[in-house]
């Protein structure tokens, strides 16, 4: 079956501007996590839906926001873009949420670049 | 608050040399440990996961032991291969409404011929 698909694959954007990230997880999960990965600070959580709400959201700004549809799809949405969002930003999708048991399978990023 | 700590390498071996990847972890509750791998231009793949101290986990010859007494969780491959360079990343997950997993730094392994 297909795995999680993360559109668009790289994306250029200049400070100021916002930009909208988008996730479709693997057919039959409803858990989709966003995490942001950087040189400095490597992996960190961003947030977490499941059936259409937000479960848990990491140490971020107002700034970064998100949301799920019916369908289990998933996007983000980072207003007011600054040089320090560039990343790549990472969407996880799961069976369901908590992860302690359940398999979380990412996708292949979204590259971004703030300039 | 929660933390993995992994070395960052990059660790550089020859091909059929043993690797060890230390990892560890605070103590906080009792979490769920798992390593990814990440290679180039990719996302990240489960390798392997504990759930429970004293489990191992085990997959494509690599293994690690959740050691509850020293909070570790060390990844090791007897023979590693050209293929096997990628970056490797220790994480917790503590369930329940925990916030995501927390990951290591990652360590870039580079495996020589």
């Known amino acids: 079956k297909a795995g999680v698909t993360q559109t668009p694959r790289y994306l250029i954007k200049t400070r100021g501007q916002q930009v909208t990230l988008s996730c479709s997880p693997i057919?039959?999960?409803?858990?989709v996590s966003w995490y942001q990965q950087t040189p400095g600070q490597g992996l960190q959580f961003l947030f977490e839906y499941f059936s259409e709400t937000q479960r848990n959201k990491g140490n971020f700004p107002g700034r970064f926001s998100g949301r799920q549809f019916s369908n289990s799809r998933s996007e983000m949405n980072v207003s007011t873009l600054e040089l320090g969002d560039s990343a790549l930003y990472l969407c996880a999708s799961s069976l369901v949420p908590g992860g302690r048991n359940t398999e979380a399978f990412f996708g292949q990023g979204t590259r971004l670049t703030v300039v | 608050g929660d933390s993995v700590t992994q070395m960052e390498g990059p660790v550089t071996l020859s091909e059929e040399a043993f690797l060890t990847i230390n990892c560890t972890y605070t103590a906080t509750g009792y979490p769920s440990l798992f390593w990814y791998v990440q290679y180039p231009g990719e996302g990240l793949q489960l390798l392997l996961k504990?759930?429970?101290?004293?489990d191992k986990g085990s997959n494509k010859g690599f293994e690690a032991t959740y050691r509850k007494e020293t909070t570790s969780f060390h990844l090791e491959k007897g023979s590693v291969q050209v293929s096997d360079s990628a970056v490797y990343f220790c994480a917790r997950h503590s369930g329940g409404g925990a916030d995501g997993l927390t990951f290591g730094k990652g360590t870039h392994l580079i495996i020589q011929p």
């Open positions: 504990a759930t429970k101290a004293d």
């Open positions: 057919s039959g999960h409803r858990s």
